[in-house]
Structures are given as C-alpha cells and as structure tokens.
C-alpha cells in the first residue's frame, strides 16, 4: 500500500519522510487545499508586476551582477529557462534517488506556502512527477550554499524539462524518452518560476535529515553497546551530574539494562565508560536540537524573492542562504565523532587483556594465537576514527566568494551536509563492532546475564556467529550488523525490551 503525504508547507516532519529516507520511494504526494488560494494570490501578484514593467530582480531583470539588466517583457520566459540550463553545473556522482525524491518534497512543501509567485500548473506538474517517480539525475558537487543548492536544485528542474537523465527501473534513461513514457509533459517555466525552483536549501535539508534519522539509530545502538561493554567488562559508575531520569535517556537506557545497584559491586574505571553518561547525554541532546532546527527549515520559505501580496511587490532576502543547514551539519559530524571514539576506547578495553582486570581473552577468542578473534576489527573502527577526525573539520568556516563577488559570504553547508553523511555511515560500522565486541565479552564474562541483557545476546548471535573456537569471515558480519543498526532493528529491539 502506498504512503500518502499530505502537504500543507507548515507540518512536514522526518518521520513523514522515513520510508522515503530507507529507500522506499513508493510514496504519493496531495496537498491540502486552503494552501492553493494562497498560491493563485502569489502568482496574481507576480503578473501584476509583469504587466505594469517592474524592474523586480529575477522577475523582470538578470540575476547576480546582471541584476541591474531589465528583461524585456518578451524574454521573460527565456530569461527563466536560459538560468536552468546555465546553472545545472554540478559534477561528480550522482545523489542517491531517494534523497532527489525527498528534495523534490521539499521543495513542493517550500512553493505551496505561498510566497514563490509560481503557477498552479508548476504545482501540479511537479506533483505529479513525484508520485511517478520522476527523479532526474543531480550530480553531488557544485553548490556552494549560498543562494542555496542554485546548480543542484537547477538539475532538477533541467531534467523535468527533459534535459539530461531521469531514473528509471534501477537506471538512469535520457530524460526526454523517460517523459514520453510517462506520459508527463516537460516543465516550461514562466517569469519568477525557474528561479523559485532553483533558490532554496533542499539538497542539504534532504540529506541533513538521513543523516539525523541515521543519527537516531546510532545514538540508541550506542547506549545499547556501552551498556552490554560495561557488563561485560564489570564496570563501575559513580554519576551526580543534576540530570532528573527524565533529562538523561543515555543514562536511564544503560540501568534499564544492567540494574542501578550493580554498580557498587564493579571494579576499573576507565574514562570512556565512566564519563559515558554525561557524554552520551549531550550528542542526543545534539540530535534532538538538530532535528527540531531541520524540521523548521523544511517547512520555511527558502525563495528569493518573496511575493508580498499584501504590497504588489517583490522583496529580496537571504531566505536561501545555507548557514543554518552547514552549521547543524558540522554539528553533527563533530557531535557523532565523539561517539565513535569513546566506542573505539572502549572495543579497546574489551579486545585487549592487558588493560584493566575483568578476566577477558586476548582478542576474545579461547585459542589466542591459532585464532585472531576480533584482533582487526578494532582496527577497522580505529581507521574510521581517523577518517572521521578529517570530515569532522568543519566545512561551513569556509567562504570563497562567487558571482563576480556578488556571493561575497557562502556556507559551504552542501559539503558539510555531504560529509555528515558519511560520519554518520561509519559511526554505523564502528557502533556496530562495539556491539560484536560486547556480546562475545558477555559469552566469556564469569557473570548471571540480566534478562533483558540475554534478550540482547540473542538477537546479535542470531546476526552474528561467535569466536570461541573460529575464526570468522569479519567484513560481511559488521555490515549485516551495521544494516541491522541502519534499518532499525536495533532499534525496534530496544522498543520491545522496553529502553526507548
């Protein structure tokens, strides 16, 4: 059955676009029907100012350093094309078609509210490409961030037109042909509309919410391996920060798990459990902060210009600008950073004996020397921490003016949404090495497992086999068990043991 989204520009959230972000794209879109009479005003507003020859930028005049040049009436429309066609500049591979899908959502969400002075047949021309699934190919470098995603959203709009490619059936097919077979007629756009499809942040909205839905599921399977860590190497916790057990989920999730009195029985201290609390506490408080800034900004305007109906005119602005997204980005990066090295200092702890005093194998295996047990899959989340300390640098420090100096400040938050992602995609590998580590350190631990700890245990051992006595073929089992984070089964498990 398919998912119907309802729009009405004001109350789109990530979890309507979940399935979408999974990579489900069967999806269709409606939009609610008060949002139209605001529509049809914007767009009277817009030939108002046509008819009475209004120099209004990107209306009636050239864009960037050409924005003194008024366009005659007769070249409005291929004012509006020529800027497509000249702005869709982006190399380099291609996003993933679900996070065109989402971006063409977006920014739907973004024209229906009223302020883009586009046509209710652009409205409904790209809602139906989104409910046949008419995602053009755009490429993933080239935007700046500055009047927005302007050369990837430009791809979008140029394929619509059945200029380039579009995916079709697991491949991208010419866009011309892939119309014709969908029998959807290319996009022509008339004055202001080639500009409100290209002026917005949706590239870096789009892929900003992957990565904090990503981001969600790791945070959970973190709490998750660094309370089976913690039993499995019997560590104690002595923790008074002025957290109420409503304020700290990190915390509540962990003793849910192994019992706030076990505690003071427990031996070694080592930082990266014992500060676990507090650390772990302030990245969620991160990602929620992250998500409710994300979701204001896909339910704003990010257009330039605005149509004030009110006043007949137009008003330009920095509603495109990339800051917001850059900064949550970076954010991100450096927020799930610190988790993935407290996991690494911890898959340490559990592989290496001579550390600490908790009576685990070298390497958790039984035949230390024959076996190599989980020697190098520390290895593997040591280099994706290092990996991460590079991408963690954060892009949106970074200006290069554009436009002839018109563009005198940029965000850079596209690569900084771009990099994120692949932070959060190894904090998936190295959560998940944590979580092998910790359930083979539980098979040798010498202690009575807590149920909801044996329900744990269970679930990863009917992922992943043990080490006790063979050696396994490590690479394919951390990704099964990275896509079991990714996909949400960890999660769901937590759901039903009770931790969330």
């Keep these: 059955m398919k998912k119907v989204l309802t729009l009405d520009g004001a109350n789109l959230s990530i979890q309507d676009l979940k399935d979408i972000l999974q990579g489900n794209l069967d999806v269709v879109v409606e939009i609610q029907e008060h949002v139209k009479s605001l529509i049809l005003q914007s767009r009277n507003t817009v030939d108002l100012i046509v008819q009475k020859k209004i120099p209004i930028y990107g209306i009636s005049t050239g864009f960037g350093k050409f924005k003194e040049i008024y366009i005659p009436h007769q070249e409005m429309v291929d004012l509006q094309k020529n800027l497509i066609i000249s702005h869709a500049s982006c190399v380099g591979e291609p996003l993933k078609p679900n996070i065109v899908l989402v971006m063409m959502i977006l920014r739907l969400n973004c024209l229906i509210r009223g302020f883009s002075g586009v046509r209710m047949s652009l409205i409904e021309s790209l809602q139906k490409a989104i409910n046949k699934k008419l995602i053009p ?113 990190s915390k509540n999730i962990v003793f849910s798990l192994i019992g706030e009195g076990w505690a003071d029985q427990l031996k070694t201290n080592p930082k990266s459990i014992q500060t676990a609390f507090t650390t772990h506490q302030i990245i969620r408080q991160s990602i929620e902060e992250n998500l409710r800034i994300l979701e204001r900004e896909i339910n704003s305007t990010s257009d330039n210009p605005i149509i004030d109906v009110e006043r007949q005119s137009a008003r330009s602005g920095g509603n495109f600008h990339g800051e917001y997204m850059g900064m949550l980005a970076d954010n991100m990066c450096i927020a799930l950073q610190r988790l993935c090295i407290f996991s690494e200092r911890r898959q340490e702890r559990l592989v290496n004996s001579e550390i600490g005093d908790c009576g685990l194998p070298m390497f958790l295996t039984s035949k230390g020397g024959l076996l190599n047990g989980y020697m190098i899959p520390q290895y593997t989340s040591a280099a994706l921490v290092s990996e991460n300390k590079v991408l963690s640098h954060p ?106």
């Design 137 to 249: 190919k755009v490429p993933c470098q080239g935007s700046v961030g500055a009047s927005g995603d302007l050369a990837p959203l430009s791809h979008l709009a140029l394929g619509l037109m059945g200029i380039g490619e579009i995916w079709n059936e697991g491949q991208y097919i010419a866009a011309e042909q892939a119309l014709k077979m969908h029998d959807f007629e290319p996009l022509e756009f008339m004055e202001k509309e080639g500009l409100a499809m290209n002026n917005g942040t949706q590239m870096m909205a789009a892929i900003n919410l992957e990565t904090l839905m990503r981001s969600q599921y790791v945070m959970n399977a973190a709490d998750l391996a660094l309370a089976l860590t913690s039993y499995a190497l019997q560590t104690n916790y002595h923790f008074l920060r002025n957290y109420s057990k409503s304020d700290n989920k």
């Design 395 to 500: 892009s949106c420090i970074d200006t290069v003016p554009t436009s002839a100096n018109i563009e005198d400040h940029v965000s850079m938050g596209a690569y900084s949404a771009r990099k994120a992602l692949q932070v959060v995609q190894n904090a998936e590998y190295i959560i998940a090495i944590e979580l092998m580590c910790a359930a083979q350190g539980l098979e040798f631990a010498k202690v009575q497992l807590p149920p909801k700890i044996q329900s744990c245990l269970k679930f990863i051992r009917n992922i992943i086999p043990d080490v006790k006595t063979q050696d396994i073929f490590m690479s394919q089992y951390i990704e099964l068990m990275a896509k079991n984070l990714r996909d949400g089964q960890i999660n769901q498990l937590m759901d039903e043991l009770q931790l969330l």
